[in-house]
């Protein structure tokens, strides 16, 4: 069997039907031997009794969720091609060919794109102004420039791939965000992508709305994109506060008047906040890089290894055990400068200058002992 379209259904009996008949024609035309699921998400409506008579096979999906029913259709295909669609016949099924003929080409993954971006067509009334202007444009842009994947609409849900590539993604989210899981993963993996253009027409339900929640679902695949890109979200935020914590020093330890202002004590103690809150935020994009491709979540980095080995668990140790011992060898200045004042008022300018750098480097090795043995713990070999 050559493909198996899958379309996950809650309660489509209005439109499951068309559906399915357009994809069997289809594949009739052109001669693609292939088959029609639906992932029955627990309708109460006579979908799944309308798609058995049809000729579909109806696969029961109890745990809820678009990711879930879409995962539990997909296990159940039996083509070398998947084709996965929506049942609300907003997705012309007669255009199921070009998806098949781009796959036999050699590509791993066929995404369709519906915004004029990528060639799409958008009849009257198919696509909220919000999803229109604002949410899938900015989630396509940031999949395009964050993880380089090939194309304009991360959110289509017509898209067709080689079952075997789906299995080896491993994807994880259960809800809307599993469609642009599958685009991230996929640019990750280095996969062959291609886009085709359709068109996506008015949903054709008429005894209820569309599944999608618009603020809850934005959300969710803002936060997925932000957890699996750490260095947008913890490496370069983490460098910039390094250095405008070490900017802050460079004027402040000298006590240096710029245009008739002088940073002082004061401007110690923000450029301190600046390097811990930046020194976690590095340390927490390692630790997660390092999660993350031990879980299987992101592909191997072979700049994550190189700095790994540079940079060793005992070296991490030794550093961050130096800078406890500088930064208390500071404080412990600090506190003799109180004793020589017999333990009574100091000059708060010239003490502060050793305790907010004495702080703060005891501060900085405490995290780097505890990172350096979480980091040995994601390093354990699991059996």
């Not at 842009?141 to 791939?161: K, M, N, T």
């Not at 993996?189 to 934005?218: C, F, N, W």
């Not at 959300?219 to 914590?245: A, E």
Request: proline share 4%; charged share 20%; aromatic share 10%.
């Amino acid at each position: 069997m050559e493909l198996s379209v899958v379309m996950p259904c809650l309660n489509e009996a209005d439109t499951v039907g068309v559906c399915i008949q357009k994809a069997q024609q289809a594949m009739a035309s052109h001669r693609i031997e292939g088959e029609v699921i639906i992932a029955d998400n627990g309708s109460s409506d006579g979908s799944a009794r309308i798609a058995e008579q049809l000729g579909a096979r109806v696969v029961h999906v109890r745990d809820k969720g678009y990711g879930h029913a879409l995962m539990g259709g997909i296990a159940a295909a039996r083509g070398e091609y998947v084709l996965m669609g929506d049942a609300d016949d907003s997705y012309d099924f007669l255009e199921l060919p070009k998806f098949v003929e781009r796959l036999r080409g050699g590509f791993d993954l066929v995404q369709g794109c519906r915004l004029p971006a990528g060639g799409g067509q958008l009849a009257e009334g198919s696509m909220p102004w919000s999803h229109r202007w604002i949410g899938n444009p900015i989630f396509s842009w940031l999949a395009r420039h964050w993880f380089r994947a090939p194309i304009h609409d991360v959110y289509c849900g017509l898209r067709a791939f080689r079952r075997g590539h789906f299995l080896r993604l491993d994807l994880r989210c259960t809800g809307m965000e599993f469609a642009p899981e599958m685009i991230i993963k996929s640019s990750l993996y280095r996969a062959k992508i291609a886009e085709v253009p359709i068109t996506l027409h008015r949903d054709g339900r008429k005894a209820r709305g569309s599944h999608l929640r618009t603020l809850r679902d934005g959300w969710r695949t803002l936060r997925f994109l932000l957890i699996y890109s750490p260095r947008h979200l913890l490496l370069t935020p983490g460098i910039v506060l390094l250095l405008v914590g070490l900017a802050g020093y460079g004027v402040a330890m000298p006590g240096v008047s710029l245009w008739g202002v002088t940073f002082d004590a004061h401007t110690l103690l923000f450029s301190s906040l600046a390097l811990i809150c930046g020194y976690q935020s590095v340390l927490f994009a390692l630790l997660t890089k390092i999660f993350a491709i031990n879980e299987g979540l992101l592909p191997p980095d072979p700049k994550v290894e190189a700095f790994s080995r540079l940079v060793s668990v005992e070296r991490g140790l030794l550093a961050g055990g130096l800078g406890m011992v500088f930064g208390l060898a500071l404080l412990g200045l600090a506190v003799n400068q109180w004793r020589l004042a017999h333990f009574g008022r100091l000059d708060y300018a010239e003490t502060m200058r050793l305790v907010i750098p004495g702080s703060t480097l005891t501060t900085l090795g405490f995290q780097s002992v505890l990172a350096s043995f979480v980091r040995s713990l994601l390093y354990l070999s699991r059996r």
